[in-house]
């Protein structure tokens, strides 16, 4: 049930930094992989910056979030270096 719960804020958090960045996402599985990576970049900055790792639902989706807008923003500027 942990595993589903898991996807299911990864895929949430994908979306929604789909919508913050420019684009609508990524479809259901990209939004998935864009949110599980972001959920650990950001679980990893978290850590840093001295967030718990025993967080509940709302912060993990909100550490998610964070994590995946990064990763997006990272993706963009290499994007953006490929076509020059």
């Known amino acids: 049930m ?5 996807l299911l804020i990864g ?3 994908g ?3 789909g919508r913050i960045m420019e684009g609508g996402g990524f479809g259901l599985l990209g939004n998935m992989i864009v949110g599980v990576i972001g959920s650990f970049l950001g679980q990893y900055l978290g ?6 790792a025993d967080a509940g639902i709302f912060t993990s ?3 998610a ?3 995946a807008v990064i ?3 990272v993706v963009g ?4 270096l490929a076509k020059k």
Do not use: D, R
């Open 61 to 63: 989706l909100l550490i």
């Open 65 to 67: 979030v964070v994590g």
């Open 2 to 6: 942990e595993i589903v719960i898991f």
């Open 71 to 73: 990763l997006l923003f």
């Open 47 to 52: 850590g840093v910056v001295g967030f718990g």
């Open 77 to 80: 500027i290499i994007k953006n």
């Open 15 to 17: 979306w929604i930094a």
């Open 11 to 13: 895929a949430t958090a």
